[in-house]
């Protein structure tokens, strides 16, 4: 259950609320984010609402049969939406376009991608300064200074970044230099970082986990929303399975159920999802049609040049015919 307490509801009658609910054999836990304050009450008994509902301090309660709770539709009908400021606001029905380099290489790199973005009306960079690369031989990323270096450029061109947060002591050294943190498929589960990213008043995306289900991404976002933090979204970036032809298989299935669980803005990443860069144009379309609210993809000038991801990236010709089609089919679903 989540009991929407009346903001700035003082601590007596809380504490008689939560009383009341122990009484009901519910525990609660307080939650306090940018937008409410919340108690979620885990418990099994049935009981009838009134017996609360009347308490001086609530607003409404919910009575919420999915496990995660918070990040329910069950609760929360309306879609949420993330606002970033300077009017970039990732939601439902204005189709938000994340594109960039796996990894931030250097100066000249960013400033042609800033180009590229600016020519094609994207309003957000992707790109990894601390890369969790399979073999620790690989290029592991520029770290802060590169982070530091292409913010400084991408805030001066009007365009916001995202970018992989990997430990809990970077939250704080990125905190200045990003717009968006960006949880990895192989942090899904780091329950210590997602705590952490619910203290911050930054917006989140999490990516699914490279073998987690639709239900454990929901609870990874559960922790980030009862950590405190409601600017959160969710990525379908491929899973492992038995299949070899590609390098991930893009969950499509994954699209419209999350849409039906959950009120957060939902993201596909085809470039990770299929690995191959003459499919990312197709399942990114597809993605658009199976009811994402954004994109994010992989770009560089000279692809097989790039440090990481070469496979997988678009050169900026490719991006900018895909950008077309991506908004052409967007605007084709929203019509139908
Ligand atoms: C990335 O976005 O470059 C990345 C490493 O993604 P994922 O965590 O989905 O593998
Ligand atoms: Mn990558």
């Known amino acids: 259950m989540i009991i929407q307490l009346e903001q700035g509801i003082d601590t007596k009658r809380k504490e008689a609320i939560v009383q009341r609910a122990l009484s009901l054999k519910y525990k609660t836990?307080?939650?306090?984010?940018?937008?409410?304050?919340?108690?979620?009450?885990?418990g099994k008994n049935e009981f009838d609402i009134r017996e609360l509902g009347h308490m001086p301090g609530i607003q409404d309660i919910h009575i919420v049969s999915d496990n995660y709770m918070l990040v329910?539709?069950?609760?929360?009908?309306?879609p949420s939406q993330i606002d970033l400021g300077d009017g970039?606001?990732?939601?439902?029905?204005d189709f938000a376009i994340m594109a960039g380099p796996c990894s931030i290489e250097n100066e000249e790199q960013v400033y042609k991608t800033i180009e590229h973005l600016k020519e094609n009306g994207v309003k957000i960079m992707r790109g990894g300064v601390f890369k969790p690369r399979s073999s620790p031989y690989s290029f592991r990323g520029m770290g802060i200074e590169g982070l530091k270096m292409w913010y400084t450029a991408a805030k001066e061109a009007g365009i916001k970044i995202i970018s992989e947060v990997m430990q809990v002591s970077q939250i704080a050294e990125m905190y200045d230099y990003t717009d968006i943190y960006q949880v990895g498929a192989r942090n899904t589960q780091n329950f210590n970082l997602l705590d952490e990213l619910g203290k911050v008043d930054?917006?989140?995306?999490?990516?699914?986990?490279?073998s987690g289900t639709v239900d454990e991404l929901l609870y990874s976002a559960e922790y980030v929303f009862s950590g405190g933090n409601e600017k959160l979204m969710l990525c379908e970036r491929g899973i492992r399975t038995y299949e070899t032809s590609s390098r991930n298989?893009?969950?499509?299935?994954?699209?419209?159920?999350?849409k039906d669980k959950t009120h957060l803005p939902?993201?596909?990443d085809p470039s990770h999802g299929i690995g191959i860069r003459d499919y990312v144009e197709t399942m990114a379309l597809a993605s658009v049609m199976a009811g994402v609210d954004g994109l994010i993809y992989e770009i560089h000038e000279k692809p097989e040049e790039a440090y990481s991801d070469s496979a997988q990236t678009l050169n900026f010709t490719e991006s900018a015919a895909l950008i077309k089609k991506m908004r052409k089919v967007f605007d084709l679903r929203e019509s139908l």
Do not use: C, H
């Not at 836990?29 to 885990?42: A, C, D, F, P, S």
């Not at 970039?88 to 029905?93: A, D, R, S, Y």
């Not at 930054?202 to 490279?210: C, N, S």
């Open 72 to 78: 329910s539709k069950k609760w929360k009908v309306n």
């Open 29 to 42: 836990t307080e939650v306090k984010t940018q937008l409410g304050n919340y108690l979620i009450g885990i």
């Open 266 to 268: 939902v993201i596909a």
């Open 249 to 258: 298989t893009l969950d499509l299935n994954a699209i419209p159920v999350l």
């Open 88 to 93: 970039v606001v990732i939601k439902q029905g």
């Open 202 to 210: 930054k917006a989140v995306l999490i990516k699914r986990g490279i």
